[in-house]
């Protein structure tokens, strides 16, 4: 019997740590609106961890009218809850979300209303990070957008290299994918469906994303 018990912790150990060994990818975004918006950290509340996890969260801000991606550290496991440490306009403020959903869009309240929010995703924004050069001679613009028929025209400047393009859902799924090149290029949007999608453009001088509206 003593032998029989002595195999089986042998065996809970290593079933004990595969566990722990998962994994959670999460990234954010905030969407500044009307406002300037910067989030200096994020206190993360795990049940599989006795203490609660501060995160600074260095470069994640944004001008008034742009989204802003940021790639966290892994965690064990999706937080029950958070605390969120932001300035809007310059003016520092805090929002507590509990509980903490992904595909989710959160409020960041202000002095006034600013239409300011933020939401965390586990899978499409892995990997998406903010560009590390935020001064790049960059241009661009999006028309028409909200785009009314199927077609997308791009516009932008001091970019040379072919770009991937990439089109996905507020659900996280990819609707669409291919590369542009050129100063001006187009791109063809039949058969995706209405709606608000997160449009991202890579290349060796730039990654970005950009919030497209599409109506019929």
Same mark, same amino acid.
């Given at each position: 019997?003593?032998?029989?018990?002595?195999?089986?912790?042998?065996?809970?150990?290593?079933?004990?740590?595969?566990?722990?060994?998962? &994994?959670?990818?999460?990234?954010?975004? %905030?969407?500044?609106?009307?406002?300037?918006?910067?989030?200096? *950290?994020? /206190? !993360? =509340?795990?049940?599989?961890?006795?203490?609660?996890?501060?995160?600074?969260?260095?470069?994640?801000?944004?001008?008034?009218?742009?989204?802003?991606?940021?790639?966290?550290?892994?965690?064990?496991?999706?937080?029950?809850?958070?605390? &969120?440490?932001?300035?809007?306009?310059? %003016?520092?403020?805090?929002?507590?979300?509990?509980?903490?959903? *992904?595909? /989710? !869009? =959160?409020?960041?309240?202000?002095?006034?209303?600013?239409?300011?929010?933020?939401?965390?995703?586990?899978?499409?924004?892995?990997?998406?990070?903010?560009?590390?050069?935020?001064?790049?001679?960059?241009?661009?613009?999006?028309?028409?957008?909200?785009?009314?028929?199927?077609?997308?025209?791009?516009?932008?400047?001091?970019?040379?290299?072919?770009?991937?393009?990439?089109?996905?859902?507020?659900?996280?799924?990819?609707?669409?994918?291919?590369?542009?090149?050129?100063?001006?290029?187009?791109?063809?949007?039949?058969?995706?469906?209405?709606?608000?999608?997160?449009?991202?453009?890579?290349?060796?001088?730039?990654?970005?994303?950009?919030?497209?509206?599409?109506?019929?």
């Amino acid at each position: 019997m003593k032998q029989v018990i002595r195999w089986l912790s042998l065996l809970a150990v290593p079933l004990f740590f595969s566990r722990s060994q998962a &994994l959670t990818d999460i990234a954010g975004i %905030i969407e500044t609106g009307n406002a300037t918006v910067a989030v200096d *950290s994020i /206190t !993360w =509340y795990l049940i599989s961890s006795p203490v609660p996890i501060l995160e600074s969260t260095p470069g994640w801000e944004g001008d008034p009218g742009v989204l802003d991606t940021f790639q966290f550290q892994q965690k064990t496991e999706w937080p029950q809850w958070a605390e &969120l440490f932001y300035r809007v306009n310059g %003016i520092p403020s805090r929002l507590t979300i509990s509980p903490l959903l *992904s595909d /989710t !869009w =959160y409020d960041l309240p202000g002095l006034e209303f600013q239409s300011s929010r933020v939401r965390f995703e586990d899978t499409v924004l892995v990997g998406i990070k903010t560009p590390n050069n935020r001064e790049a001679q960059f241009h661009r613009s999006l028309f028409p957008n909200p785009v009314s028929g199927n077609r997308l025209r791009l516009s932008y400047t001091g970019v040379e290299s072919e770009l991937a393009i990439e089109l996905y859902s507020v659900a996280g799924r990819t609707v669409y994918s291919g590369t542009v090149s050129g100063a001006h290029p187009a791109v063809e949007l039949t058969g995706i469906k209405p709606g608000v999608y997160l449009l991202r453009l890579r290349g060796k001088e730039l990654d970005l994303c950009q919030r497209l509206v599409l109506v019929r």
